[in-house]
């Protein structure tokens, strides 16, 4: 392996030397798919992935779209997500000069990058978001909900502010995403009066609840997938993004039915879905 990411490394330098048997192409994509194979292929894009090399570099290089380069991820890693790397070292507790929200409109221009917030999980909202919301619709101690966690933005918004967080997702490697960026330890100094809840991360259907009881959620806080537009995984069964637009309002309205079910009356469900065209 350290030989192979070190032959990547040459071929970042500019020369389409193929960082399999090192030899000189004039199209290193075509190259290297006819004479090692489309697995090493494959295995070449995501390690120039993985070692840093930018989108459009890995598509003139290795001559693919970027929806095939989505494609390769999300086929190889179970979600979609836009950078390969080692989680970040939390350099901000919070937002700088955070204000809430008053306003009928928000809107933000930073993407958000405190504690462990990032854009890798394509389709993820900015934080900013469920934090106005937390915020706004519920106390320390409340359960806030979010059965479409992806990468667990809500969740870490609901561990910072001191809320109980129940963490659902159908596809598996988003409960591994989301587990991995809650993995931090707040300092006694950020919290204060604030105590410390631990999200509960599990895999689940947003369309079927049955282990929640009636009326036992402050605050449903969710983005669902965008019926198609962007694919965050790859085959989950279940999967809502994989629908068509009359079978995926068919399904969402299950969602919607458990949400009025478990959310306690008088309480908030906040959800941000994006535009479908045709």
């Not at 990411?5 to 193929?18: L, P, R």
């Not at 890693?77 to 390969?84: D, H, K, R, V």
Request: glycine share 10%.
């Amino acid at each position: 392996m350290n030989h192979r990411m070190e032959a990547v490394g040459n071929a970042y330098s500019g020369d389409n030397i193929c960082p399999i048997c090192h030899i000189a192409a004039t199209s290193l994509g075509e190259h290297i798919r006819n004479a090692h194979g489309e697995e090493e292929f494959r295995r070449a894009v995501l390690e120039a992935k993985a070692g840093g090399m930018s989108d459009p570099e890995i598509g003139s290089r290795f001559g693919i779209t970027f929806k095939q380069l989505e494609k390769f991820i999300t086929e190889t890693y179970g979600i979609n997500i836009s950078a390969l790397e080692k989680p970040k070292k939390i350099k901000h507790w919070a937002p700088k000069d955070f204000r809430e929200e008053t306003a009928t409109v928000w809107s933000f221009k930073q993407r958000g990058n405190w504690v462990t917030h990032d854009g890798k999980y394509r389709g993820n909202w900015s934080p900013y978001i469920p934090r106005n919301l937390i915020l706004k619709y519920s106390k320390p101690g409340d359960v806030v909900l979010d059965y479409f966690v992806g990468g667990g933005t809500t969740a870490v918004e609901a561990k910072l502010l001191g809320r109980r967080c129940i963490a659902r997702d159908i596809n598996p490697a988003c409960i591994g995403l989301t587990s991995g960026n809650l993995d931090f330890r707040l300092p006694e100094t950020f919290l204060g009066e604030l105590s410390t809840c631990e999200p509960e991360v599990l895999v689940g259907d947003a369309r079927d609840l049955s282990d929640l009881s009636n009326n036992s959620i402050d605050l449903i806080c969710a983005h669902p997938p965008y019926a198609g537009i962007i694919s965050y995984s790859s085959k989950v069964e279940g999967d809502l993004l994989k629908l068509g637009i009359e079978e995926f309002l068919q399904e969402i309205q299950k969602v919607a039915k458990e949400s009025y079910r478990v959310l306690k009356p008088g309480r908030k469900c906040a959800i941000l879905i994006g535009d479908t065209r045709q």
